[in-house]
């Protein structure tokens, strides 16, 4: 049975135990302000080396500064999680609040857990008032067509320090008005 609720301090930890495995047949990149998909295999187990500690010190600094921390859980195990930082992201005359994390775990993917965390996420960001939440998404064909399908839009000029941590994502924006939220 899965258990929704708010992660706490206690449960930073656990973010790192979320099961990354997927394999990458193609990615995307902008060019000219477009879309490009092109062939990319990458066969990826469990997290980068560094990330998930680095992601628990930046995850832990949203907490404390009031961001929202959201899990699912399979028994003890956090299979699923959603942080949409509190920080101003200003862009495109638009107040945005950045969604900092998102992952289901491996053997936890086709039971709609992404699209229920995004709902939460955009939620959470309405009752916040702003005006949407700023996407920066992992290149890869999945990730990106998962943020499209959820309606989110390509950014035509990125945060420059968003993209300066990350300049090979695909920074996006899921705007609240535009889809009646």
């Given at each position: 049975?899965?258990?929704?609720?708010?992660?706490?301090?206690?449960?930073?930890?656990?973010?790192?135990?979320?099961?990354?495995?997927?394999?990458?047949?193609?990615?995307?990149?902008v060019?000219?302000?477009?879309?490009?998909?092109?062939p990319d295999?990458?066969?990826?187990?469990?997290?980068?080396?560094?990330?998930?500690?680095?992601?628990?010190?930046?995850?832990?600094?949203?907490?404390?500064r009031?961001?929202?921390?959201?899990?699912?859980?399979?028994?003890?195990?956090?299979?699923?999680?959603?942080?949409?930082?509190n920080?101003?992201?200003?862009?495109?005359?638009?107040?945005?609040?950045?969604?900092?994390f998102?992952?289901?775990?491996?053997?936890?993917?086709?039971?709609g857990?992404?699209?229920?965390?995004?709902?939460?996420?955009c939620?959470?960001?309405?009752?916040?008032?702003?005006?949407?939440?700023?996407?920066?998404?992992?290149?890869?064909?999945?990730?990106?067509?998962?943020?499209?399908?959820?309606?989110?839009?390509?950014?035509?000029?990125?945060?420059?320090?968003?993209?300066?941590?990350?300049?090979?994502?695909?920074?996006?924006?899921r705007?609240?008005?535009?889809?009646?939220l």
């Amino acid at each position: 049975m899965l258990i929704e609720r708010a992660l706490n301090k206690d449960d930073i930890a656990l973010l790192a135990t979320i099961d990354r495995t997927e394999r990458v047949h193609e990615c995307y990149r902008v060019e000219d302000g477009k879309l490009v998909l092109y062939p990319d295999y990458h066969d990826m187990r469990g997290w980068p080396e560094g990330e998930s500690e680095q992601d628990a010190i930046a995850l832990l600094a949203c907490l404390e500064r009031g961001g929202w921390l959201w899990g699912v859980f399979d028994g003890a195990r956090l299979v699923a999680a959603v942080v949409v930082d509190n920080r101003p992201v200003h862009n495109q005359h638009l107040l945005l609040r950045q969604l900092k994390f998102l992952h289901v775990s491996h053997g936890a993917r086709g039971r709609g857990l992404g699209g229920r965390l995004f709902a939460l996420a955009c939620e959470h960001g309405v009752l916040a008032g702003v005006d949407g939440l700023y996407v920066s998404a992992t290149e890869s064909r999945n990730t990106v067509d998962f943020y499209l399908g959820q309606g989110c839009l390509m950014l035509q000029s990125p945060d420059p320090e968003l993209y300066a941590q990350e300049p090979h994502d695909i920074h996006l924006y899921r705007p609240f008005r535009e889809k009646g939220l």
